[in-house]
């Protein structure tokens, strides 16, 4: 699965000299335009990193309440890593998040999923909760990023 192109008229990213800044990343889908809601809307490789970290446990009462935030965070942070690369990039490099939430408490289950993209250091990251997404309510999460080449 490819996360593709901005789905609106704007930069994805622009280099600035050794700086790429990237957009914010939201989890929809550029082919159906729709918002990730859940497990079954990422590739298996996904699937089976998240497990690793505890999620997808197949328990109902415990996916159904996960599932939303912890795909959408694995899809939009493939997003990002899918930009550094185009840019000549890496995680490592992408050294600034900031993470925009629709629920504070959302943040944990994004911050596990983080941690697949980055194994080693944490990136500085602001988080901030907000009121709604474009474009729409079931976006809940949106990141922008910052890396130097």
């Known amino acids: 699965m490819s996360t593709g192109a901005p789905m609106a008229r704007y930069a994805a990213a622009r280099r600035v000299g050794d700086f790429v800044f990237m957009s914010g990343v939201v989890a929809v889908d550029p082919a159906t335009r729709r ?13 089976a990193e998240l497990r690793r970290i505890g999620y997808l446990t197949g328990q109902m009462s415990v996916d159904v309440f996960e599932a939303p935030i912890v795909a959408q965070s694995w899809f939009v942070l ?33 911050n596990r999923v983080r941690g697949l993209f980055y194994p080693g250091e944490p990136p500085v990251s602001t988080v901030v909760e907000v009121s709604r997404f474009l474009p729409g309510d079931e976006v809940l999460v949106e990141v922008e990023a910052t890396m130097h080449l």
């Open 35 to 47: 918002a990730i809601t859940g497990y079954e809307d990422l590739p298996e490789d996904a699937r």
């Open 78 to 110: 493939s997003r990002v890593r899918e930009l550094a690369m185009a840019h000549g990039g890496s995680m490592a490099q992408v050294f600034k998040l900031v993470q925009y939430f629709r629920r504070l408490p959302d943040y944990a289950h994004f």
